[in-house]
């Protein structure tokens, strides 16, 4: 089959790598579709594995997202065991050199020879082909990738410098087009890192993509006019965007873990309301939340759909519960083909 016939998009959330084989021709539904553990969560099985061992690790490979290796990461340096990276592997920990070296982990360029060595990146290509070839399915020469990237600062709040990227976004028109990228730009470290595995990959944030996802469900994709409200409780990530048609007129984002069904609730009201602040969600430990100015005050976006792995956080909250073609799952996934499809990367 035709190389812009088929795409393999991959959601890396916190807790699972949502995949999806698409090919031109096929029904959505009868593609190769598979829900597996996250690369973080895998390299953090490694780490805690080593702990119980009483063995030191050694991270080699490309800068990934944090999250669970991190935690395992300090755990096992509590256990009074060492641990060594090589500059690039170690921005996984932190952008700023001094801040890992702070935590304890000793910055090297080669494996000390008794330290079990674990390799770091977000995409783990080999892997996925070995499995796929197992059922006599060809790894595609184009990719799309989600992940969800902070952006580098050495110094300062990783939450503040995130959301300034979310506020310039809406500032700039909001155009959910802008959020799939060819061209990384050069901030997005951790995308220009998937990218660097995956030469021409399509990448985007994972909150991108679930928009565009969500919007793969006809029934949230009827409420575009009149405006909405999108909603992914992910893993580790709350975010909520104020969106009609094709511009994101305003958005929060929050930690899962802080967040509860009357909270939700009260930051969708006050989203749609343009009531809620950069600083209420900050200083919730959040990272931001922003509303245009210019955006329309005329009692819509009263539509509000839920996806993401914890939403059942919203259960009781009367929103729709998004499933395009049928599989909430696979939303971030479905997302990445539909803004590939948009930019002509795939029929």
Request: charged share 20%; with cysteine; hydrophobic share 40%.
């Amino acid at each position: 089959m035709s190389d812009s016939k088929r795409i393999l998009a991959i959601d890396a959330g916190a807790g699972t790598q949502d995949i999806l084989l698409y090919e031109s021709g096929k029904t959505m539904e009868n593609c190769v579709q598979m829900v597996l553990p996250s690369r973080t969560t895998i390299v953090a099985g490694r780490i805690r594995q080593a702990t119980a061992r009483g063995e030191d690790v050694f991270l080699t490979g490309n800068l990934m997202g944090g999250g669970p290796c991190v935690s395992a990461l300090k755990k096992h340096l509590r256990a009074g065991l060492a641990v060594y990276a090589t500059p690039l592997a170690a921005k996984t920990i932190r952008d700023n050199p001094r801040e890992v070296e702070a935590l304890g982990v000793q910055v090297v360029e080669e494996a000390p020879s008794e330290a079990l060595t674990i390799r770091t990146g977000d995409i783990d290509l080999a892997a996925l082909g070995r499995a796929l070839a197992l059922f006599d399915v060809e790894l595609p020469e184009r990719y799309a990738i989600a992940v969800q990237d902070h952006g580098e600062t050495l110094e300062g709040s990783q939450r503040r410098f995130r959301f300034q990227q979310w506020q310039r976004f809406v500032e700039q028109g909001g155009d959910i087009v802008k959020l799939a990228y060819l061209e990384v730009p050069p901030h997005l470290t951790r995308m220009k890192a998937v990218q660097a595995d995956l030469p021409g990959a399509m990448l985007m944030d994972t909150g991108s993509a679930a928009i565009w996802g969500a919007l793969c469900d006809e029934n949230v994709a009827g409420h575009q006019g009149e405006g909405l409200i999108v909603v992914n409780v992910g893993n580790q990530h709350t975010i909520g965007f104020l969106l009609r048609g094709e511009r994101v007129w305003g958005l929060f984002e929050h930690h899962t873990v802080l967040m509860n069904p009357d909270k939700l609730a009260a930051y969708v009201d006050s989203l749609r309301e343009g009531s809620l602040s950069n600083d209420e969600v900050y200083g919730d430990n959040g990272h931001g939340a922003c509303v245009h100015p210019d955006c329309p005050g005329d009692g819509n976006f009263r539509f509000v759909a839920v996806t993401g792995p914890d939403r059942e956080m919203a259960a009781g909250l009367g929103y729709y519960m998004a499933v395009p073609y049928g599989d909430m799952m696979m939303t971030g996934a479905f997302g990445l083909v539909a803004a590939a499809r948009r930019l002509g990367l795939v029929e």
